[in-house]
């Protein structure tokens, strides 16, 4: 979309109707802090802007990009989550944050962890233009610009930069902390294992000194890895807002333009794959509707690749060969499966994607 990280979202007062009520968004401090750039908001772990940046990019692109992170546990439609999500609203598990957040100090490059030592590893996979992990991680290792709300002398401001993010679930329930740098990534989770609540641990009380002992202990076996810095980052004078003015006069830095994205992550481009549905997605038949006017209309994410045919496939057997990225089914109930094999400029075999599980609710004798 464009933005920097010197972008400014609005840190007021928000509420969405839920089922019959309504929730209020609240930060952890119940402070807001009113025009709030795009740092300081990650910095310092603000609800409400997140919402407003969740409302901005669409949830679904957000799923597509956690499960392209390797979370296994989004296996609903992004209807049922809603923009909390980027507040949690979703089961994860300390094994997928370590993991995805090893794809960010891995300069974007996703590969499975591995539990035994002996077992074989895939080509890592580009999930994120390298000059944005790099940026997020000179977010995160910034104490001044988490100062806001973590205090001057905060328990993550480790000796040696390090990029961290606490979080802390609801009631006090989950409280987990993971940082990284070039060499190790490490995640802590606490909590009760009967799933009671915490005597009020947050992730900067509780798994936040355990994170900073385990570094200090892995930097002396081994030097100290710092954190990457893309050269396709450029300095750039700003004026950022956390609060009432004046702004914050600082040198940033300011991602490049697409192009320039582009190219330093070309050799490890992702492949095409399956926008919609989104795995786990469910979809419903009108009854108001022909049955034969009701067409779902399967699409692909092309990661900038040129698309020359797709043969697609729902649950294994062919429906259409296509020109473009998108093919239309007649919505049928159950409880179906998508696939595509998909043909690109400059490259003779075709990738294979999915199966996407998905499913329909309708009543089969509707005309």
């Known amino acids: 979309m464009g933005w920097q ?41 603000l609800n409400i802007p997140a919402v407003r940046a969740a409302q901005a990019v669409g ?3 957000i799923v597509d990009e956690l499960q392209r ?8 439609s992004s209807d049922y989550y809603g923009p909390a999500i980027v507040l949690g609203d979703g089961a994860v598990s300390l094994f997928d944050m370590v993991q995805g957040y090893a794809s960010l100090a891995r300069h974007g490059r996703f590969l499975p962890l591995r539990v035994l030592e002996d077992v074989s590893q895939p080509d890592p996979v580009r999930v994120l ?40 679930s609801s009631d006090y329930h989950d409280i987990w902390t993971v940082g990284f740098d070039d060499r190790y990534t490490v995640g802590v989770w606490m909590g009760r294992l009967d799933g009671k609540a915490t005597d009020q641990l947050t992730g900067s009380l509780g798994p936040a000194p355990v ?21 396709a ?51 419903a038949i009108d009854p108001r509707t022909p049955r034969a ?9 092309s990661n900038g690749l040129a698309i020359r045919r797709v043969a697609w496939s729902v649950d294994g057997s062919p429906l259409a060969e296509t020109r473009g990225d998108s093919a239309g089914w007649e919505l049928a109930p159950g409880a179906h499966r ?7 400029e400059g490259r003779d075999a075709p990738f294979a994607l999915g199966p996407v599980s998905f499913s329909v609710l309708g009543n089969a004798s509707l005309p």
């Open 338 to 344: 998508v696939s595509a094999r998909v043909w690109v």
């Open 129 to 168: 233009p390298a000059p944005v992990t790099s940026l997020l991680a000179n977010i995160l290792s910034d104490p001044d610009a988490r100062a806001a709300e973590f205090g001057a002398d905060s328990v993550l401001d480790l000796p040696l930069p390090t990029a961290i993010k606490t979080g802390t």
């Open 5 to 45: 990280p010197d972008h400014v979202l609005e840190d007021s007062p928000l509420a969405e109707r839920i089922d019959e009520g309504v929730h209020r968004y609240r930060n952890y401090s119940g402070r807001h802090y009113g025009r709030v750039s795009l740092r300081y908001a990650l910095a310092n772990s």
């Open 59 to 61: 949830v679904p692109a």
């Open 293 to 301: 006017s009701q067409q779902f209309h399967f699409s692909l994410d």
């Open 69 to 76: 992170f390797g979370f296994t546990t989004f296996d609903k």
């Open 233 to 283: 980052l450029r300095a750039v004078e700003t004026c950022e807002w956390i609060g009432p003015p004046p702004c914050v006069r600082r040198q940033d830095w300011s991602l490049p333009s697409g192009a320039d994205a582009i190219v330093e992550s070309a050799p490890s481009r992702a492949g095409p794959a399956i926008a919609r549905p989104l795995r786990g997605e469910m979809l």
């Open 211 to 231: 994170l900073r002992q385990i570094f200090a202990n892995l930097r002396m076996a081994a030097p100290y890895a710092g954190l990457w810095h893309s050269p």
